[in-house]
């Protein structure tokens, strides 16, 4: 077959001339819009980002030990009303909706008013009616109707006159805002921490040491027009906030707080601090500090527990003999004189609690140094056998755990302070070693000082303070915090038996100064404190002085279940641990026991454990005016769930819901409250 080149070749010439005319329209184009109409793009590019938004996640809660919600994040609204909404894409039906606008918010305004009265009767019909005419007349944009709003009130004003035809329509909307909610009140406030108010960040305490868990993740949504109407939809679902299960007992806590304020406000002191911790997990089941703000007033203003490096005082004196007996300086046979109450130490005079009296005017035995609280006893031992080697003396107060830092989930946390003396001598003086022994030249925040008398009571293992024990999600573990040790062993077990029951002594022998932290029905062991402190200025001299007195110990004493410091700043006399701690310690440890709980020694369990969650319970269809059945959903859903019918929600527990006072498919009655019995599901 003939290939007719004049007929085929401009055909195919034709094609390619279309093609490259067509590529060149496309290329052409592309340029152009790049090009000459980039500023439109980028202004649409920043509207259709400005339509984009979070998906705020909810805040986790932070639960007791014993179940109870501490914080919790329950959202509240304020209501709004845009006078100058328009659809800026769609001017002709803005114009005509414009119109529609006028004519039905005229309409309604009376029954509008009327119901928003219903739902907020403090303002009148008259009152709104006001409100919303000027809001309009002056083309408000944000005008706020009602600040604070329940979830079950905000349900309730979308079905309002005029409002209920929506946002886009009528401008009136609802302003979501997560709120952080304490049902305890100010209950170990500094500890659970606080939310900054303008951006809800994490300001303190363990909001803020797990910030990142208890925030969770963020969701995205954009709006997007559909059938001219503008919708949102959710692009990224949001990932809710995990729940702190943490050690604090909300009895033992309340307790702790109303008894050391009542000792406060009785010899009108300045701070109060106590913590209670269990003995063999170091869990804190109870931590107060508290601060005068007013003449007879007490409130949580600091972590002074945490954070304050102050001088521990006679408190200190157990960890000096805990060095002169392991080191096999003294026994306690051994005696020290300490004659009428007042030594000169290298140029300086050490005194006695009853210097004044003329002293002991004896030897006094290595026990009675710790009941009587002797500083010239245990200055003496002390000095006489490391004041050539002050290094060993030091060396032997970390050996047993004093002064070494552990990791604390607090921001600002402090760290104790033990001087060791440099080689050259450059940091040390003659008098330093006898007045570090007594509790004076270093600095250790309340905290450390119950970790060491934990340890005692711990058969000498000393074990890290713990606040948090779990994580979880609807009730469900996904991590477990471990024990953490930090020393298998303080001193040598003889060690152990004589500071035992010397300390025990010091409470429970006639003589000892800290009878007043006893109890009838069991032993305790202890030792009382009191130092004076410098001012703010850092004197000594200031009128009047100012002390801190103390007491630190453990109970039952043949076999501790709980370690406890009570600190209390005052000024002034009279100043005395033994007489002003101390019954504040045995009106806490009474409670304590009365109480009568104890967890088993599984949960102290040294492990880590991550699981694996188990599917969610769906949701149920809930139908109005009915009590929907609840079982089997985390709380946020069933709270969520049954306000929507108007119920008052009460929680018990922790986990997912196991029973519901109000049965499942009974009226729901507005106002009536139903209690939620929560467990955690493999129980």
Not at 36 to 45: F, H, I
């Amino acid at each position: 077959m003939n290939f007719d080149n004049k007929r085929t070749i401009p055909r195919y010439l034709f094609i390619i001339i279309v093609l490259t005319l067509v590529g060149t329209a496309i290329i052409g184009k592309a340029a152009y819009e790049m090009l000459v109409r980039n500023s439109y793009w980028e202004a649409v590019r920043k509207r259709m980002a400005s339509q984009q938004k979070d998906i705020p996640a909810i805040r986790g809660n932070i639960y007791s030990a014993d179940g109870q919600l501490m914080v919790g994040s329950m959202p509240v609204y304020t209501l709004r009303a845009d006078f100058v909404v328009k659809d800026p894409n769609d001017p002709v039906a803005e114009k005509k909706l414009r119109v529609w606008r006028d004519s039905t918010f005229k309409a309604d305004l009376d029954s509008l008013c009327l119901g928003l009265h219903e739902l907020f009767p403090d303002l009148s019909v008259e009152g709104f009616r006001t409100k919303l005419l000027e809001g309009k007349r002056s083309g408000r944009r944000n005008l706020a109707i009602r600040h604070n709003v329940s979830y079950i009130k905000y349900k309730e004003f979308l079905k309002l006159p005029y409002v209920h035809y929506g946002r886009i329509k009528t401008g009136f909307y609802a302003e979501e805002i997560p709120q952080r909610q304490k049902p305890y009140g100010s209950m170990a406030t500094r500890t659970l921490g606080s939310l900054m108010t303008s951006n809800d960040s994490a300001r303190n305490g363990l909001e803020l040491a797990y910030d990142s868990i208890l925030r969770g993740i963020n969701g995205k949504m954009h709006r997007e027009k559909v059938r001219r109407q503008w919708m949102d939809k959710t692009d990224v679902e949001p990932v809710n906030g995990l729940d702190l299960i943490t050690t604090i007992d909300v009895g033992m806590q309340d307790a702790a707080e109303k008894i050391l304020e009542r000792k406060l406000k009785e010899i009108n002191a300045e701070i109060g601090v106590v913590v209670l911790m269990e003995v063999q997990t170091g869990d804190v089941k109870a931590i107060v500090n508290l601060t005068r703000i007013a003449p007879g007033v007490y409130a949580e203003v600091k972590n002074n527990a945490i954070t304050d490096l102050w001088e521990p005082g006679s408190t200190f004196k157990t960890a000096s003999m805990m060095v002169a007996l392991e080191d096999g300086m003294v026994t306690r046979a051994d005696g020290v004189d300490v004659g009428n109450g007042q030594w000169l130490m290298h140029g300086r005079v050490m005194k006695d609690h009853n210097w004044r009296k003329g002293g002991y005017g004896r030897k006094i035995s290595v026990d009675e140094c710790l009941m009587f609280s002797s500083n010239i006893g245990v200055s003496r031992i002390i000095d006489e056998h490391y004041h050539d080697h002050p290094e060993r003396y030091v060396d032997g107060l970390y050996r047993e755990g004093v002064g070494v830092p552990v990791d604390l989930p607090f921001p600002g946390a402090g760290k104790p302070y033990v001087r060791r003396p440099k080689p050259d001598g450059s940091n040390w003086s003659k008098t330093a070693l006898p007045w570090m022994s007594i509790g004076y030249e270093t600095q250790i925040p309340p905290i450390y000082t119950v970790m060491f008398y934990n340890a005692i009571a711990n058969n000498g293992r000393m074990v890290q303070p713990r606040f948090v024990r779990e994580i979880q999600r609807d009730g469900v573990t996904l991590k477990e915090f471990p024990v953490v040790t930090v020393k298998e062993r303080i001193c040598k077990p003889s060690t152990l038996k004589d500071i035992h029951d010397i300390l025990e002594r010091v409470v429970n022998d006639p003589h000892g100064l800290g009878k007043k932290a006893g109890c009838k029905q069991f032993k305790v062991c202890g030792k009382t404190g009191t130092a004076q402190i410098a001012d703010e200025h850092g004197s000594y001299h200031s009128s009047p002085a100012r002390y801190m007195v103390s007491f630190a110990g453990f109970y039952p004493s043949e076999a501790p279940k709980y370690s406890c410091v009570v600190c209390i700043k005052k000024s002034g006399l009279p100043a005395s641990g033994g007489g002003q701690a101390g019954p504040v310690f045995s009106e806490i440890a009474q409670f304590v026991m009365a109480k009568g709980v104890f967890r088993p020694a599984s949960a102290a369990a040294d492990s880590t454990s991550i699981f694996e969650a188990p599917e969610p319970t769906p949701i149920p269809e809930v139908e109005k005016g009915k009590v929907p059945n609840v079982q089997g959903l985390g709380a946020r859903d069933a709270v969520s769930l049954l306000e929507q019918q108007g119920l008052r929600v009460k929680l018990h527990g922790q986990g997912q819901v196991h029973s519901q006072s109000l049965p499942a498919g009974s009226a729901a009655v507005e106002g009536q409250t139903i209690a939620l019995e929560l467990k955690v599901k493999n129980e």
